[in-house]
Nanobody, 128 residues
Framework: QVQLVESGGGLVQAGGSLRLSCAASGRTFSSYAMGWFRQAPGKEQEFVAVISWSGDRTYYVDFVKGRFTISRDNAKNSVYLQMNSLKPEDTAVYYC?????????????????????WGKGTLVTVSS
C-alpha cells in the first residue's frame, strides 16, 4: 500500500521556523516529482513547492520564495520543506504529493488531488 505521511507541523510564533517531512512507503519514489501544497481554513488549496525526481530543479510559489526550501533524499524516500520567517498567513494544512509523469512546472496550477499520490496533511499554525 502506497502512503505519504507528513510530519513536523505544529505551533510556531511569527518569524520562527519549521521543517516538514514527508515519508513515502509502498514503492520507490526516486523517479517521481514530489512537492507540497497547502490549504488554509476557509480557503482554496494552493501549490507551495515542487522538486524534480533528481532534485536538480525546484519551483516555488512567489509568496514563499526566499523563505521556504524544498529538498529530497531518495535513499530515504522522503521530501522535506524547510520553512523560515514564518508568517501568520502561512497557517494551513500542508500536504505532500508525488507524481510520476507531470512536469514539475505544471504543479503550479494544479491541486494535490491531481497527483498520483498525496498524504493526509500536517497542520502548521503560526501565531502573531
Amino acid at each position: 500500500q502506497v502512503q505519504l505521511v507528513e510530519s513536523g507541523g505544529g505551533l510556531v510564533q511569527a518569524g520562527g521556523s519549521l521543517r516538514l517531512s514527508c515519508a513515502a512507503s509502498g514503492r520507490t519514489f526516486s523517479s517521481y516529482a514530489m512537492g507540497w501544497f497547502r490549504q488554509a481554513p476557509g480557503k482554496e488549496q494552493e501549490f507551495v513547492a515542487v522538486i524534480s525526481w533528481s532534485g536538480d530543479r525546484t519551483y516555488y510559489v512567489d509568496f514563499v520564495k526566499g523563505r521556504f526550501t524544498i529538498s529530497r533524499d531518495n535513499a530515504k524516500n522522503s521530501v522535506y520543506l524547510q520553512m523560515n520567517s514564518l508568517k501568520p498567513e502561512d497557517t494551513a494544512v500542508y500536504y505532500c504529493a508525488a507524481d510520476l509523469n507531470r512536469p514539475p512546472t505544471s504543479w503550479l496550477t494544479m491541486n494535490y488531488s491531481d497527483m498520483d499520490y498525496w498524504g493526509k496533511g500536517t497542520l502548521v499554525t503560526v501565531s502573531s
